[in-house]
């Protein structure tokens, strides 16, 4: 099993910047990929960004140029980093890791980043 624990949310202005954190702990060995999602009220929970054991990472093209994603393997610890933040950025923002290709495995209980213009 794999524990993971999201933080760094918050409320902040349109154009600013927020960094989620999301630190694995349990069978972290069995983790090949972790990402983030978000799901805002009423839509779809969708893929923000994600990075592989390789380093490969992806992104969603509404967020490419604003938010990168990077994790520390010392630290057991996923990031994001958020720049130039938009209102429609608000949403509940999900830790994921996957074990296999198909997944996500394990879920964050999730981190709300509110946006205000």
């Known amino acids: 099993q794999v524990q993971l624990v999201e933080s760094g949310g918050g409320l902040v202005q349109a154009g600013g910047s927020l960094r989620l954190s999301c630190t694995a702990s349990g069978s972290i060995f069995s983790i090949n990929a972790m990402g983030w999602y978000r799901q805002a009220p009423g839509k779809d929970r969708e893929l923000v960004a994600a990075?592989?054991?390789?380093?490969?990472?992806l992104y969603a093209e509404s967020v490419k140029g604003r938010f990168t994603v990077s994790g520390d393997n010392t630290k057991s610890t996923l990031y994001l980093q958020m720049n130039s933040l938009k209102t429609e950025d608000t949403a509940m923002y999900y830790c994921?890791?996957?074990?296999?290709?198909?997944?996500?495995?394990?879920w964050g209980q999730g981190t709300q980043v509110t946006v205000s213009s």
């Open positions: 990075i592989n054991k390789g380093g490969r990472t």
């Open positions: 994921a890791a996957r074990k296999g290709i198909q997944g996500p495995d394990y």
